[in-house]
């Protein structure tokens, strides 16, 4: 498997523009999670879905951050209009969501900068 | 207020010579414990787990100990190598069903040759 795949890997953009992240979560998973990682506040758990259903989205900072997960295979977390304080590595894990199978897996990170 | 908490940011011990990190929670709910290791411009990946049923995993070089009373584990690795230099998140895991881990805010390793 080719594990948690997230895309981009890097983006740059200006004040104002929207940004999408993409997430696709291994195979199988039925849990997937948003995270953002600044050096002020560590990882931050943003919205989590079990299921494809947001389950928990008390993370995510403001209504300018929305996510979806149209199907099992496929999640977006989009910033609508960006800001520079938005600017950190954001991270989707995914877990098989049993009982026993705690363990979550993390893409490699996007790495988001807003001018 | 941080449920998990790694109050060392970072830590510099001489290659052969044990690493100990540590990590303090504060949720008596607790009952599963993850360690996590992240090299820069990668994500996190599993390193050891513990119930909380149990006080000490070992997996080859890395061991996890849990003193549940203080509300305390700890990831011991020896002997510490070069490669072993990263940060090290411990995450936990309330028991109330298939809920997300909570992380700590990470201990950065570093491992002198």
């Known amino acids: 498997d080719a594990g948690v795949i997230q895309s981009p890997r890097h983006e740059v953009t200006e004040m104002g523009q929207e940004v999408t992240l993409r997430c696709k979560p291994i195979s199988g998973h039925n849990s997937l999670f948003w995270y953002r990682q600044t050096m002020m506040r560590g990882l931050e758990l943003l919205i989590y879905f079990n299921n494809n259903v947001p389950i928990d989205d008390s993370g995510m900072p403001e209504d300018r951050f929305s996510a979806k997960m149209p199907n099992a295979s496929f999640s977006t977390l989009k910033i609508q209009p960006s800001e520079p304080r938005d600017s950190a590595v954001y991270f989707c894990a995914s877990r098989e969501g049993l009982a026993g199978k705690e363990t979550q897996y993390f893409g490699p990170g996007t790495r988001l900068l807003v001018l | 207020d941080q449920q998990v908490k790694q109050n060392s940011p970072s830590l510099s011990v001489q290659e052969g010579r044990i690493s100990i990190l540590n990590c303090d929670y504060t949720?008596?709910?607790?009952?599963?414990f993850l360690w996590y290791k992240k090299y820069p411009a990668e994500g996190p990946t599993f390193l050891i787990s513990i119930s909380s049923i149990k006080d000490k995993n070992e997996d080859g070089r890395f061991t996890v100990f849990l003193n549940k009373s203080a509300k305390h584990l700890s990831l011991h690795i020896v002997p510490s190598q070069p490669g072993d230099s990263a940060v090290y998140f411990c995450a936990a895991r309330p028991s109330s069903g298939n809920t997300p881990l909570v992380f700590g805010k990470g201990t950065r390793l570093s491992v002198i040759a």
């Open positions: 949720n008596s709910m607790f009952d599963y």
